[in-house]
Each structure stands twice: as structure tokens, then as C-alpha cells.
């Protein structure tokens, strides 16, 4: 007997523990324990109540989900109607609700209000007897709704039995239920890559959840909740203000928004729409607009209600996020790196707060995914500054002969080839030096440093050159005058003269460095130094084919078809022959034959500071040597070259027994293989 009190007393502590560590992080949002800890609480409980089953209790932590599905909800009569509220959508509705209000009370100066975020979830009633869970209600028609209690026990953030003191005997509350937004986002993804079926947006995804009929389906849905009033409360009397009712809330452990505040007047009201407004796309959950409340109680009972709405509180929407609209047709953007997108383009509609007539639908999969036409009835949506998005297509909508969208086999700018690499989602324009799309991505790439090194030709130049219709394709650069240059904006004479001497120096480069600068995607650094000493000139990589580009170090099928994609296009190859026309040029001489790299099959890292050259000349030195420069050290490295400051590579090189050159035993092996 001894031994099964105190097992009892060990299992009624584990509970309390655990209440608390609930009530700390669902509803203070200040946990003091970690999730290991939590978890371990959790499964000692579990552990005791397998082996003790009678002590097991219908509040304990661990009976979320445990009852058998059902075959049906029951009906449950509201103690007290589950109410509507009334709408306004603009200021003057707004303005006119606070003078009706104060009308009614008889007071002339501004009155306080509660201000709330208006939750787009699902509205629910929870009923504590002696401060445990007994009911869970939908709001149903407002007199009657389902009995959902064995799904709101799933819900984490709902206690199974309230905390605190001076707890009533019989407590009613009215709340929301809600998917946080990451978790939405987070559980279509997973349901999207399986198969399943995906929520249009988490109102419906929290509505579908609370009507399983398997509770051990709810459980696997992440849902929170927040509650907002109290409605009934047998045997402790109610706060005397609205604002006070959130903290009898909070002490007894059920979860509250934490956006709740009191304003003064409707100039308070308005402050607080606008503010809310603002973080909305920032806040963890949905909200459709903002809830407003007379703060006192009894001016609340007072004002009393009209119709199936209480007189004293409104609902001031935000402008709606997603509406119904229909698409004209389905068109492919390019994009600066070639990408192809296809946009919906739409019946204009007015959502969000604006009139939109686009909408992405990202990629070929997403089209495919949600069947999307043209000629569909679709719901779109948008957020914020978030580009508005085609959210699910009204099957039932549908006009009769709508086709599959098909991807484009030629880029709707330039006409280059369009392609699909395997195992990728984004499809590409091939035509990158001469698709007016990509030509300051292009260009940018050509300039940078580690390709033709044009010093004073940046970003913002290049952004200009291409706006004021100067450049057009990469080889016009080396057609820019003098005059041309200096009347552009923050450009002078000097800066001009520096800028066309720096374009004839680029003109003398290596062939590594040209291919490297061509923008092939796929072609780094150290495969444009394999094609150069491979192929040994340009014009017999132009022509090789995909099965010989494979047999290159570093190049795979993907990039071999990249590659020979790049060279099958017309308008590139154009390209090509206006920039060796202009005079960009290498000595044969600094192309290596493949049977000349005395390094080949090499690999060195490079570490801390070189003094007489910097470490990316040095790594383009061993690379024309046919050796093979790594960002780490591995058994397999042949030597670490290691400079001034030099950090943990050098620790590991030591470590692996690598051999370590310095700077003066770098230059000598360089010179001398």
C-alpha cells in the first residue's frame, strides 16, 4: 500500500511538472526546460502509467490521443450562442460603429477598446469542469454545434486541466484554432512530395483537420490555439474588463495572443489597424483583419446584441488575400539566368490591396502538379509584397477542350534551344550571350574578375550601358568610345580613358579564362582550365561531341550537354566570332596539351597569405599545370601550401601527414616541373 502511494505521488508529480513546463512554453512562451528534458519528463510518465494502468487519468499529459475513431460527431447545444461579429471595411464603417457605441452609452468623450489580431481559423467553445477538459465544440449555426472533443485534445497548446488557483467549477471559453503559417507551408510540402492531398490555405487546413474523424489524424496535424473570451464561469466571478479577462486566461494556463492591447477611441483603433497591417506578413499565423471590443463588461452588457451579433465589438477586415478569378492564358518569362517561368496571365482582380493581372506558377512541375490551363477558374492569392500566386484550380469550373500546358522547345525572347537537365525543376534558354534576357548577367560574368578582369566595368555600369541601349550583346563593349562613356552618369573623361584601356588589356587572355567567361552553366574555373588543356584550342571544343566532352577530368554528362548545347546555337557561336573579331585573343602557346601537365592527377590546397603573388594567380598556375587546387585537405591531397597566418588546414595537414610547401617551394616547383 505504501509502495502504490508513492508511486501515485511520483505520477501526480511528473503531471504537475509537466503542466507547468506546458503552461511555460504554450502560454508565457519563456520555457525553462529543453525539449530533452520536457521529453524525458514525458517518458517517464509514460513509462509508469504502462506499468500502473490504473492510475492513469482522462487530464493526464500523456491521453491526447487515445480514443477510437468515430463514425460521426455528435451534436452539442451551446450554454451560450457562439456569436458572429459585425464587418467594416473602411474607416467611415469603423467611425460610424464608435459613435453608435458611445450614442448608446451616453458618453461623449473617446472610450477604451480591446484590439486584437482576427485569426482566419476556425472558431471553437472548450468547456473545464473542475478544471479539466470535458467538451470541445465547433460553433456550427451558433445555437448548436459537432462535438470535436477528442480532436481538440490532440492539440498540444490546449491544457488537459487548467493550472492555477481560484479555479471555476464550471468554465466556458471561446477560442480559435489555427496552423501556423511555417507549419502550413512546411506540412503541404511533405503531403505535396507523397502524393496527397494539399490545403488551398491554413484556414481550410485547420477546419479539415478538426473534422477527422480518427483523432490519430488531428494529432499528426500541427494546430494551435489561441482563446479570447469566457463566456461562462461558475463560481469565480469574471474581471470587470475585457483586458483583465486575457489575464484570468493566461493564470490559468490557456494560451492568449500576445498582439492583444487596449487603445483609446477609433484614432487608437486606426493606430492599431495600421500597425497590424504591417506585421501581418511578419506574424506566425493567419489573420484576415483586426477585432475590436468594448473593454468594460458591463457597458458590453449594456449595448447587449442585434440579431446573431453583439453590439459592442466589430470585426475592421483587411483587404482580401486571395480571390476568384480566371486565366486568359499561360505564358514563359525568362529571367536574368536564363530560367524560364510560367505566369499565369489573369482577368485582372483586386486582392490584397491591389489590382493584379500576373500570377507565377513557379515551375513546370507546380503546373503539372495542380493541372493548371488556360481558361481556368482559379483561386489566387497574395501577401504582402509576396508575387501573387495561383493557389488551386475549380475543377468543377472548367471549360470543355482546355489542353495541357506544354513546355516551350524554343525561348520565347530569342529563340535559342530550351533545356531540361535531369533532376532539375528549372528549365533553361541556352542562347546566354545572345538572349536580350540574360545580357547584363552575361556581360557581369564576362567582366568579372576571375574571367576577362575588366576593371572599371561594375555592375552599375553595366546596368547603364544595357538601359541607355549602348550594349546589346557582350561584344559591344569593345565598340564603346570615349565620348560615349563619359557622358554617361558619374562617368568622366578619366574615368572613360580607364575604362577602354582596361577593355584592350582584357582583350589579351588565356583560352581557359575565355571559356570560363562564356558563361556556360556547369563551367567553373577548374573545368574551363580542363576543356582549354584538353581540346587545345577553341574551335575543336566547339566540335566535340558529348560522349569525348565526358572523357575530359571534371566533366560529367550533365555538363558535357550543357556544354554542347551552349556551342549547337547559332546565335552564340555569333557571338563568339564578333568578340575574336574585336581582338580578344590567347597565345597558343599558353595552352598546355594534355600530355604536357606535369601535375596532372595533383591536388593541392592553399592556406593563409602568399607574398609574391595572391592565391588565386597561384591556383591558376597549378591548374595550367595540370594540377587540381582543393578548398580541403584529405589523405588524398598531395601537398598544402601554406602562407602567412596560415589556419586550420595547416593543423590537418600536419595531422594527415601531408606534405607542406611554402611560398619559395611553391614558386620552385612551378618553375621548375
Same mark, same amino acid.
Given at each position: ?16 511538472s ?46 491526447r490521443?487515445?480514443a477510437a ?17 459585425s ?11 464608435d ?9 461623449d ?17 472548450l ?13 456550427g ?7 470535436i ?9 490546449v491544457?488537459?486541466?487548467l ?12 477560442a480559435?484554432?489555427y ?9 503541404n510540402?511533405?503531403a ?14 485547420a ?15 500541427p494546430l494551435?490555439?489561441f482563446?479570447?473570451?469566457i463566456?461562462r464561469s461558475?463560481g469565480v ?8 479577462v ?9 494560451r ?7 487603445v ?11 500597425k497590424?497591417?504591417d ?6 499565423y493567419?489573420i ?20 446573431r ?14 480571390e476568384?478569378?480566371?486565366i486568359?492564358?499561360?505564358v ?13 496571365k489573369l482577368e485582372?482582380?483586386?486582392?490584397g ?5 500576373? %500570377?507565377? &506558377?513557379?515551375n *513546370?512541375? =507546380?503546373?503539372?502538379? #495542380?493541372?493548371?490551363? $488556360?481558361g481556368?477558374w @482559379? ?29 516551350p ?22 542562347g ?8 547584363k548577367?552575361?556581360i ?6 576571375r574571367?576577362?578582369d ?5 555592375n ?25 562613356? %563619359?557622358? &554617361?552618369?558619374? *562617368?568622366? =573623361?578619366k574615368?572613360? #580613358?580607364?575604362?577602354i $584601356?582596361?577593355?584592350? @588589356? ?6 581557359a ?23 587545345g ?15 575530359i577530368p571534371?566533366?560529367g554528362?550533365?555538363?558535357a550537354?550543357q ?9 552564340n557561336?555569333?557571338?563568339i566570332h ?18 604536357d ?10 592556406t ?11 591556383k591558376?598556375?597549378?591548374?595550367v ?23 586550420s ?13 611554402n611560398e619559395?617551394?611553391l ?5 621548375n616541373?
Amino acid at each position: 500500500m505504501g509502495e502504490d502511494k508513492g508511486v501515485k505521488k511520483q505520477v501526480e508529480t511528473l503531471r504537475n511538472s509537466i503542466r507547468y513546463h506546458n503552461y511555460r512554453y504554450y502560454v508565457l512562451d519563456d520555457p525553462q526546460i529543453p525539449d530533452s528534458e520536457y521529453d524525458r519528463l514525458m517518458r517517464e510518465l509514460q513509462s509508469l502509467e504502462k506499468k500502473y494502468p490504473k492510475l492513469v487519468t482522462v487530464d493526464s499529459p500523456t491521453q491526447r490521443v487515445g480514443a477510437a475513431p468515430l463514425k460521426a460527431f455528435g451534436g452539442v447545444e451551446h450554454a451560450v450562442p457562439m456569436l458572429s461579429l459585425s464587418n467594416a471595411f473602411s474607416e467611415q464603417e469603423l467611425i460610424a460603429f464608435d459613435q453608435r457605441v458611445r450614442e448608446r452609452l451616453g458618453i461623449d468623450r473617446p472610450i477604451e477598446y480591446t484590439a486584437e489580431p482576427k485569426l482566419d481559423g476556425l472558431a471553437v467553445s472548450l468547456t473545464y469542469r473542475e478544471g479539466v477538459l470535458v467538451q470541445g465544440a465547433t460553433r456550427g449555426d451558433g445555437a448548436s454545434g459537432e462535438d470535436i472533443t477528442q480532436n481538440i485534445r490532440t492539440i498540444t497548446s490546449v491544457p488537459l486541466r487548467l493550472v492555477g488557483k481560484n479555479m471555476p467549477a464550471i468554465l466556458e471559453v471561446r477560442a480559435e484554432v489555427y496552423m501556423p503559417g511555417k507549419a502550413f507551408r512546411e506540412f503541404n510540402a511533405q503531403a505535396g512530395s507523397r502524393g496527397e492531398k494539399t490545403f488551398v490555405n491554413p484556414r481550410n487546413a485547420a477546419a479539415g483537420s478538426l473534422r477527422q474523424l480518427d483523432p490519430r489524424v488531428t494529432a499528426q496535424r500541427p494546430l494551435a490555439i489561441f482563446c479570447y473570451n469566457i463566456v461562462r464561469s461558475v463560481g469565480v466571478p469574471l474581471a470587470v474588463e475585457q483586458q483583465e479577462v486575457f489575464t484570468q486566461l493566461k493564470n490559468w494556463g490557456l494560451r492568449v495572443c500576445p498582439q492583444n492591447e487596449v487603445v483609446i477611441g477609433s484614432i487608437g483603433c486606426f493606430e492599431y489597424y495600421h500597425k497590424t497591417q504591417d506585421m501581418r506578413d511578419s506574424l506566425p499565423y493567419e489573420i484576415d483583419g483586426v477585432v475590436y471590443k468594448v473593454n468594460q463588461l458591463d457597458w458590453q452588457r449594456r449595448l447587449g446584441f442585434v440579431a446573431r451579433a453583439p453590439r459592442w465589438a466589430i470585426a475592421y477586415k483587411f483587404p482580401a488575400q486571395e480571390e476568384l478569378t480566371r486565366i486568359q492564358e499561360i505564358v514563359f518569362q525568362v529571367g536574368r539566368t536564363g530560367a524560364l517561368t510560367p505566369v499565369a496571365k489573369l482577368e485582372p482582380v483586386f486582392v490584397g490591396g491591389a489590382t493584379i493581372s500576373n %500570377a507565377s &506558377l513557379h515551375n *513546370m512541375d =507546380e503546373v503539372q502538379r #495542380k493541372d493548371v490551363r $488556360s481558361g481556368d477558374w @482559379v483561386f489566387v492569392r497574395r501577401a504582402g509584397d509576396v508575387i501573387p500566386e495561383v493557389v488551386k484550380v475549380v475543377q468543377e469550373r472548367r471549360p470543355a477542350g482546355t489542353r495541357e500546358v506544354s513546355l516551350p522547345k524554343h525561348c520565347p525572347v530569342c529563340g535559342s534551344d530550351v533545356v531540361r537537365v535531369e533532376g532539375e525543376v528549372v528549365v533553361r534558354c541556352s542562347g546566354g550571350l545572345f538572349c536580350s534576357a540574360q545580357r547584363k548577367e552575361a556581360i557581369k560574368h564576362y567582366a568579372s574578375r576571375r574571367a576577362l578582369d575588366i576593371e572599371g566595368l561594375g555592375n552599375k555600369l553595366i546596368e547603364q550601358l544595357v538601359e541607355c541601349g549602348l550594349v546589346e550583346h557582350i561584344d559591344d563593349i569593345y565598340d564603346l568610345g570615349i565620348e560615349q562613356l %563619359a557622358g &554617361l552618369e558619374r *562617368m568622366a =573623361e578619366k574615368s572613360a #580613358k580607364n575604362l577602354i $584601356s582596361a577593355l584592350e @588589356v582584357s582583350k589579351k587572355t588565356t583560352l581557359a579564362r575565355f571559356i570560363y567567361a562564356l558563361g556556360i552553366r556547369g563551367v567553373g574555373e577548374a573545368t574551363a582550365q580542363a576543356l582549354a588543356r584538353h581540346e587545345g584550342t577553341l574551335e575543336r571544343l566547339m566540335e566535340t561531341d558529348v560522349e569525348s566532352l565526358q572523357q575530359i577530368p571534371d566533366v560529367g554528362p550533365i555538363v558535357a550537354r550543357q556544354i554542347s548545347i551552349f556551342f549547337d546555337q547559332v546565335h552564340n557561336r555569333e557571338i563568339i566570332h564578333k568578340l575574336r573579331k574585336a581582338g580578344v585573343q590567347w597565345p597558343q602557346h599558353s595552352v598546355v596539351a594534355a600530355q604536357d601537365t606535369p601535375l596532372a592527377g595533383n591536388t593541392y590546397v592553399l592556406t593563409g597569405t602568399l607574398e609574391g603573388l595572391t592565391r588565386e594567380e597561384a591556383k591558376r598556375r597549378l591548374q595550367v599545370l595540370g594540377a587540381k587546387v582543393s578548398s580541403s585537405v584529405s589523405k588524398k591531397t598531395t601537398a598544402v601550401i601554406a602562407g602567412e597566418n596560415s589556419g586550420s588546414k595547416l593543423s590537418k595537414a600536419g595531422s594527415l601527414g601531408v606534405e607542406i610547401l611554402n611560398e619559395k617551394q611553391l614558386m620552385h616547383l612551378i618553375e621548375n616541373v
